[in-house]
């Protein structure tokens, strides 16, 4: 092989070398550029969420827990105070306990044949039966929401805008029951209202083929406890939506928007 020959292989090598650093080099700074871009975002990222920890912007999953029991407890409390005073179910057209839907033709009959104070006087005596039951239920709600986990915490967050009081009654509608209905059985006989349902009845069914003989207290003991989540589900909504009925810092953080 010539001297002329090797110095160009030895040139064409050098090419190729030069060739082959150079595009490894660009290789090289591409992907340093994209790393130095992910780096970038990757710490606005953790930037911005250290500072909204540090400034307590967003709560955490066990203040929402706590708010929503806070929630539910302020909810409870005002609703059975509303409800068990004077007139709490009975001038309330939401909750109103009305005859039941298969007494409503005996209501309709008795009025027409001039019975029509009997049936106001068992309506207002279901009523006052309510008021008077309801009174004494605070401890059962407390007790279900001190009870309520974060695995509930997280099904309420994925609910609606009543989730918490859904929860709070399927926890509590078996106990409510059992302490409601002996009240409402004692309150119905306190202020006649057993003797007015039996009257109204009574005199139905004098001129009536079929008879009728629905339970009054589990009727208004139903009633009662409707009544009362009703109210609950209206105090939830108010404190996920209004301010000024987040009360306390944490209602706040937790719902505030």
Known sequence: MSNLTSLKIIQMQKFFLFLFFSISLNIANAQKKKIGKATKVIKTVVKKTT??????????????VKGLKEALSIGADSSVKKLSIVD????????????????????????????????????????????SATADVKDIFFEAIKNMTIND???????????????????TTTQLTQKIRPIVEIALKKVNATKYWNDVFKEYNRFSVKKINPD???FVTEKTIDGLFFSIGEEEQKIRKDPAAQVTDLLKKVFGK
Do not use: H, W
């Open 88 to 131: 709490g179910f009975f001038k309330n057209a939401a909750i109103k306990i009305l005859m039941p839907p298969e007494a409503v033709k005996v209501e309709s009959s008795l009025r027409k044949v001039g019975a029509g104070k009997l049936v106001d006087e068992a309506i207002l005596s279901m009523n006052r039966a309510a008021e």
């Open 51 to 64: 500072e909204t920890i540090g400034n307590g912007n967003q709560p955490s999953l066990d203040e929402v």
């Open 153 to 171: 915490g997280m099904k309420i967050l994925k609910g609606d805008s009543i989730a918490a009081t859904r929860y709070l009654k399927s926890a």
């Open 216 to 218: 009054l207290a589990g």
